[in-house]
């Protein structure tokens, strides 16, 4: 926006005005959250550098505009400044189940309020031409979102139940957490786990009985970069697989447009299909990725993955069977 502080004041003020509920001083200074002093200096500023006809009525306690008709002069937005309020209001509906959203609504309506009638640009066009699609979001317990960012804040030891998501088990663990993630509509705690002495990568929607304990610790060297280095998605491992695909000459083009990892290697065959070779520490998104091509690819190695991806094929088509 670019709109300075006292600016932003001078818009409430305005608005709280013209609402004619007899703004005072004090009423005013809540809502902005600043002193008595500071309005009393925006009132004289906007009585004698915008010319607004601001009068106090001594009976009802409090400011009025003695002209309905003034308005306070509009801020010039830029087109580019507008698109980016816009995009911003949609990303934040993608927490809306997260204790973010209530806070991240109330600084976009305090964007969207300080935008005056007299905008230089018509925003009616992002809206009926621009359309931000929103990824599912996971749930999460305020208290979880709430002890997870003390904790990362203080450099606190936190412990938790943990549903593992395969078995549905719930497991104990302690974690010094390092770093937080929204990824695909969730959030992901990176820590190091005190069991299993390395670091590990936990939904905040599976986390439960959270607690923050007495214990704090000194950060280890860690690269978040080389973190995800070798990840095909948020999960990491300390295991290394080199996994071969061909994909077929339909979807080769695509498959080609794009780096679906940082050790991604291609080989273009003679019937124009492509093999992707990955370096990757898991299975748990790459083989959904590589459900979600159907009979476009075909896993060549390693052979634990092909036979994971065989069983999932084989129990898909048992449940269409008639």
Known sequence: MGTKP?????????????????????TMAE?????RKTIQRDIDFLRYMKDAPIAYDKS???????????????????????FAVYI????????????LYSSLSRVYKQLQSSITEEVSVNPDWIDSNITVAIPETAVIDQMVWEKVTSALRTNSTIVFRYTLIFNQKSIGCKVDPYHLIGYKGDWYLIGYNHGLKTFRTYALSRMEKIRITDETFTRKNFDLSR???????????????????????????FIKQKV????????????KSIELILEVNNFIEIKNWI??????????EPEEL?????RELKAALSMYRQ
């Open 31 to 35: 809502k902005l959250e600043v002193s």
């Open 291 to 300: 459900l979600s091509w159907g009979s476009k690819v075909k896993v060549l």
């Open 60 to 82: 009802k306690k409090g400011y009025y505009y003695t002209e309905k008709s003034y308005k306070l002069p509009a801020i010039n937005i830029k087109e580019g400044d507008l």
């Open 306 to 310: 092909v036979e994971e991806i065989r």
């Open 260 to 271: 679906w990892h940082p050790s991604q290697k291609i080989i273009q065959h003679s019937d």
């Open 6 to 26: 006292q600016e932003y004041r001078w818009i409430i003020i305005d608005k709280m005005i013209r609402e004619g509920n007899y703004p005072n001083n004090r």
């Open 227 to 253: 973190h995800f280095n070798q990840n095909f998605g948020i999960f990491n491992s300390s295991e290394r697989f080199k996994v071969r695909m061909l994909f077929n000459r339909d979807i080769a083009e």
């Open 88 to 99: 911003a209001s949609k990303v934040v509906e993608q927490y809306k189940n997260t204790p």
